[in-house]
């Protein structure tokens, strides 16, 4: 198998599940990701620290999708498709888990771009505050915040709508006041 294979190999489900979350659309996600291993075919020889490869990758296909939104007039405003990003439904008998995790991520989907991109690297694609401030090329400190501004988005969203909430969020309201007659 040639170096370029195992690269594909190794990334190119990550490098899709991102691209989805940040285009919320399965074609566009695929265009993303082919146009990244497009370019890392050409220019790939160029990168000296062969570690730093699936940084490069995840920092590629955001340049493209920042590249593409500004070419193109039209943003779509479509779901995210949940089975399409790759996601691992949850198990059958933790229905309200599943209800909460497929709620989570049509929140996600419809966070604004500057908050999505660093909350879906972070817990959907697990990488460092440094590796997403590299892909995004914003100072750590810029993720750190972007990370908590978008998880407190989430949450508010999550607790707008308690019926889809976790149970773990609403415990941590304050429990109702009860008056006793003696």
């Known amino acids: ?45 160029q990168l000296r620290d062969r570690s730093k490869a699936k940084t490069w990758l995840f920092t590629t296909l955001h340049r493209e999708f920042l590249s593409m939104r500004r ?37 996600l989907a419809a966070l604004d771009e500057t908050y999505r991109a660093p909350v879906a690297l972070f817990y959907l694609q697990q990488h460092s505050y440094k590796d997403i401030a590299d892909i995004l090329d914003v100072p750590i400190g810029t993720v750190m915040s972007r990370l908590s501004r978008g998880k407190e988005l989430l949450r508010r969203k999550m ?8 149970k773990n969020i609403l415990q941590l309201q ?3 006041l009860r008056h006793h007659h003696g």
């Open 1 to 45: 198998m040639s170096e370029f294979e195992e690269l594909v190999d190794a990334h190119y489900q990550a490098l899709y599940r991102f691209a989805m979350s940040l285009s919320r659309d399965s074609a566009t996600a695929c265009d993303l990701v082919q146009e990244t291993f497009c370019i890392w075919a050409a220019k790939g020889d």
């Open 71 to 107: 070419r193109s007039s039209k943003f779509s405003e479509e779901p995210l498709d949940e089975e399409a990003a790759g996601a691992v439904p949850s198990p059958q008998e933790d229905a309200d888990r599943q209800l909460d995790g497929q709620r989570a991520l049509e929140l």
């Open 159 to 166: 607790m707008a709508e308690p019926s889809s909430a976790p």
């Open 174 to 176: 304050d429990p109702p």
